[in-house]
Antibody
Framework: EVQLVESGGGLVQPGRSLKLSCAAS????????MAWVRQAPKKGLEWVAT????????YYPDSVKGRFTISRDNAKSSLYLQMNSLKSEDTATYYC?????????????WGQGVMVTVSS | DIQMTQSPASLSASLEEIVTITCQPS??????LSWYQQKPGKSPQLLIH???SLADGVPSRFSGSRSGTQYSLKINRLQVEDTGIYYC?????????FGGGTKLELK
């Protein structure tokens, strides 16, 4: 059974940093792209970052480019999201997701999510 | 960036009714479209990928289709457990973008 478990969320002041983690199990982690998707309170879904199987390629939307860094440790089956220079608009539930990049791209498994609140 | 226009924004339907939700991309995305269901307080779940392929474990009353540049999610014989918010996602090119969501409630 595929499992994705996020951790590391919490309350952080604007301008500060936070690092999220995602522990994966139930599949060969190193064979899959991985992603982070967020959802602001009462809002829709927004893709935040994707990383290739080896970690050599990363992708970000303009809203977080230069502030967020996605990384992975295939030996530990773990995914990370380093978030710097946080803004109030980064307040959201952050989901770790398996990014299936075969015929088109989609997110086939999701974690339970972790809440990040950016506020003074 | 590819914009995804999803409609309707909300929908109220009766048990056993047929429900259809649509998504229109701002440019051609081929069959690179997926659909997700999100129940209150839960994470999204994949329903359909590649426009028409049912994800593992998803009931057969869910189906996806494409007509030209319009994509549809159809729920046959609506059940109580189908209430929630539905999203489409274009998987053609980064930044991968979601539709605004359709909130489905029981009448």
């Amino acid at each position: 059974e595929v499992q994705l478990v996020e951790s590391g969320g919490g309350l952080v002041q604007p301008g500060r940093s936070l690092k999220l983690s995602c522990a994966a199990s139930g599949f060969t982690f190193s064979n899959y792209y991985m992603a982070w998707v967020r959802q602001a309170p009462k809002k829709g879904l927004e893709w935040v970052a994707t990383i290739s199987t080896s970690g050599s390629r990363t992708y970000y939307p303009d809203s977080v480019k230069g502030r967020f860094t996605i990384s992975r440790d295939n030996a530990k089956s773990s995914l990370y999201l380093q978030m710097n220079s946080l803004k109030s608009e980064d307040t959201a539930t952050y989901y770790c997701a398996r990014h299936n990049s075969g015929y088109g791209d989609y997110f086939d498994y999701w974690g339970q999510g972790v809440m990040v609140t950016v506020s003074s | 960036d590819i914009q995804m226009t999803q409609s309707p924004a909300s929908l109220s339907a009766s048990l056993e009714e047929i429900v259809t939700i649509t998504c229109q991309p701002s440019q051609d995305i081929g069959n690179y479209l997926s659909w997700y269901q999100q129940k209150p307080g839960k994470s999204p779940q994949l329903l359909i990928h590649s426009a028409t392929s049912l994800a593992d474990g998803v009931p057969s009353r869910f189906s996806g289709s494409r007509s030209g540049t319009q994509y549809s999610l159809k729920i046959n014989r609506l059940q109580v457990e189908d209430t929630g918010i539905y999203y489409c996602l274009q998987g053609y090119s980064a930044p991968w973008t979601f539709g605004g969501g359709t909130k489905l409630e029981l009448k």
